[in-house]
């Protein structure tokens, strides 16, 4: 990806533009103008639900932490804004490590919980109506698996994915054929359970042979989507952040 389209955060030298992040309205307003391109605050007040008071002054505090900038207008009447990055990211060590940024990683992912059940609505819509052929029936899909793996082997899977993806994404750029496709990617490891023989509300880990997937192996191996793509991809037009692998921003 062109480091002009990524903007990686440090909590040490951004704590306010982290924080500037930690407002789910800001997060989405962020998202769909990357993934819809310029608006109005009228325009995503619309498409939020919100006040286009609140959609006005969620965007200024964006443009103050460089977020969002003016775009061109159609007319003189009210300001257009742009997304200025296509990809925020940071390093997630860093941001656990410091005093109040935590809730960026908590406000982020439940940000990207709510866009992929969107994507999955629409997705489904457009299979129902037609909107997308059948060629793309076989290749889309959610897979849930839950491999053993090593921190080093879990970075080296992320790192080979997202070096993937920018590839695929360069080959096809000019393709006709090409549709957005939402890519998230989730890789969350879980301690072993402790007994919960004693322990009031435990609930077990689920079980990796009961993982579910559209065409997904029950035992784990590939299924017909392939491997699990664990954040959002280096495109993440409509979702609103990347966790970056080691080394990125530090």
């Given at each position: 990806?062109?480091?002009?389209?990524?903007r990686?955060?440090?909590?040490?030298?951004?704590?306010?533009?982290?924080?500037?992040?930690?407002?789910?309205?800001?997060?989405?307003?962020?998202?769909?103008?990357?993934?819809?391109?310029?608006?109005?605050?009228?325009?995503?007040?619309?498409?939020t639900?919100?006040?286009?008071?609140?959609?006005?002054?969620?965007?200024?505090?964006?443009?103050?932490?460089?977020?969002?900038?003016?775009?061109?207008?159609?007319?003189?009447r009210?300001?257009?804004?742009?997304?200025?990055?296509?990809?925020?990211?940071?390093?997630?060590?860093?941001?656990?490590?410091?005093?109040?940024?935590r809730?960026?990683?908590?406000?982020?992912?439940?940000?990207?919980?709510?866009?992929?059940?969107?994507?999955?609505?629409?997705?489904?819509?457009?299979?129902?109506?037609?909107?997308?052929?059948?060629?793309?029936?076989?290749?889309?899909?959610?897979?849930?698996?839950?491999?053993?793996?090593?921190?080093?082997?879990?970075?080296?899977?992320?790192?080979?994915?997202?070096?993937?993806?920018a590839?695929?994404?360069?080959?096809?750029?000019?393709?006709?054929?090409?549709?957005?496709?939402?890519?998230?990617?989730?890789?969350?490891?879980?301690?072993?359970?402790?007994?919960?023989?004693?322990?009031?509300?435990?609930?077990?880990?689920?079980?990796?042979?009961?993982?579910?997937?559209?065409?997904?192996?029950?035992?784990?191996?590939?299924?017909?989507?392939?491997?699990?793509?664990?954040?959002?991809?280096?495109?993440?037009?409509?979702?609103?952040?990347?966790?970056?692998?080691?080394?990125?921003?530090?």
């Open positions: 990806m062109d480091d002009d389209s990524r990686v955060l440090n909590p040490e030298r951004d704590p306010a533009a982290l924080k500037a992040l930690t407002h789910p309205l800001r997060l989405r307003l962020l998202g769909l103008l990357r993934l819809r391109g310029p608006a109005t605050a009228s325009e995503l007040a619309d498409r639900g919100e006040s286009s008071a609140s959609t006005s002054y969620h965007l200024r505090v964006l443009a103050k932490h460089a977020f969002v900038a003016e775009a061109e207008h159609r007319d003189g009210e300001r257009r804004w742009k997304a200025v990055h296509s990809v925020t990211s940071w390093s997630n060590a860093a941001v656990l490590a410091a005093p109040g940024s809730g960026l990683l908590e406000t982020s992912r439940q940000r990207q919980l709510e866009h992929l059940r969107e994507t999955v609505e629409r997705h489904e819509a457009d299979i129902a109506t037609g909107r997308l052929g059948r060629e793309w029936h076989e290749p889309s899909g959610i897979s849930d698996l839950m491999p053993r793996l090593t921190p080093e082997s879990l970075s080296e899977l992320l790192d080979t994915v997202n070096a993937k993806l590839e695929l994404t360069a080959r096809d750029a000019d393709d006709p054929r090409a549709e957005q496709v939402v890519t998230v990617v989730a890789a969350l490891p879980l301690a072993a359970a402790e007994p919960a023989e004693g322990r009031a509300g435990s609930r077990p880990v689920p079980d990796p042979a009961t993982a579910s997937g559209d065409g997904a192996a029950a035992d784990g191996e590939r299924g017909t989507d392939g491997v699990p793509l664990p954040g959002a991809g280096p495109v993440t037009a409509s979702a609103t952040t990347r966790e970056p692998r080691s080394g990125d921003g530090r």
